[in-house]
């Protein structure tokens, strides 16, 4: 997506969910797809749920058969940032990526993972390459405007995951501080009939720190509603 991994990364723009649901369907369209299973995580969570309410809307230009979420704000009264985060949307927010810098960076992401599935030191070589990628480290405060988004739209995108006439399956990494297991429960108790795998010793991460785990789940998934998703 726009400003993460290798893509661009402006910083004369705002970055907004809207945005990234918008270049999704351009992708898909300009691949030549008309239907597609998604699997979200974090962000992406969000984008999915901007999606699902364009579905829902019947104003959606390809055909959602199914999602899967990882971690992420499905709903932002639950969202517990994190202390970097929270100062990246003050106005000194800039200040960010002026001091970040590996060592803090392995200090703050290893929060966020499960005790014994932190990131190895190539893995966070990987991910601290991707930050600096495009002059990334000076729009990360940018980014961040996902969180007050999400407050702002809760009606819509919540609302999505009610109104979704498309299988879902939550597969939640416990040990998050983030959107851990306080994330599984809430989840279980908004929909009582909620499809939810939860890896209790998984942080935010689960695709990289447990991937088996996740693609059994995944595929679990699939083959318990392949007659609703093809």
């Known amino acids: 997506m726009l400003g993460f991994g290798l893509s661009e ?11 990234q649901a918008d270049f999704q369907e351009a992708l898909l369209e300009h691949l030549g797809v008309s239907e597609a299973h ?11 749920q901007e999606l699902l309410a364009r579905q829902n ?9 199914s999602v899967v979420f990882l971690n992420g704000g499905l709903f932002p009264e639950l ?5 970097v985060q929270k100062f990246g949307l003050t106005p000194f927010g800039f200040l960010i990526g002026l ?3 590996r060592a803090r960076f392995r200090k703050s992401f290893d929060e966020l993972f499960g005790a014994d599935t932190k990131a190895s030191d190539e893995e966070l070589d990987a991910y601290w390459a991707l930050i600096q990628e495009g002059g990334g480290r000076r729009i990360l405060h940018k980014l961040l405007a ?13 609302g999505a995951l009610r109104a979704s006439s498309v299988p879902l399956r939550l597969i939640d990494g416990g040990a998050d501080p983030v959107s851990g297991a306080h994330l599984y429960r809430h989840y279980r108790e908004f929909a009582p009939n909620a499809d939810a795998v939860l890896l209790d010793e998984i942080g935010h991460y689960p695709q990289t720190e447990a991937p088996a785990a996740v693609v059994a789940a995944f595929l679990d998934f699939h ?8």
Request: hydrophobic share 35%.
């Open 57 to 65: 809307d019947g104003a959606l230009s390809f055909a959602i058969k």
């Open 146 to 158: 996902y969180i007050p988004e999400r407050r702002k739209n809760r009606e819509r995108w919540v």
């Open 99 to 101: 001091v970040m810098s």
């Open 9 to 19: 990364k402006p910083g004369n723009i705002a970055y907004s969910i809207f945005s």
């Open 38 to 48: 998604i699997l979200a995580h974090d962000y992406g969570d969000t984008v999915a």
């Open 223 to 230: 083959r318990r509603h392949r007659r609703a998703c093809v």
């Open 79 to 83: 969202h517990r940032a994190r202390p």
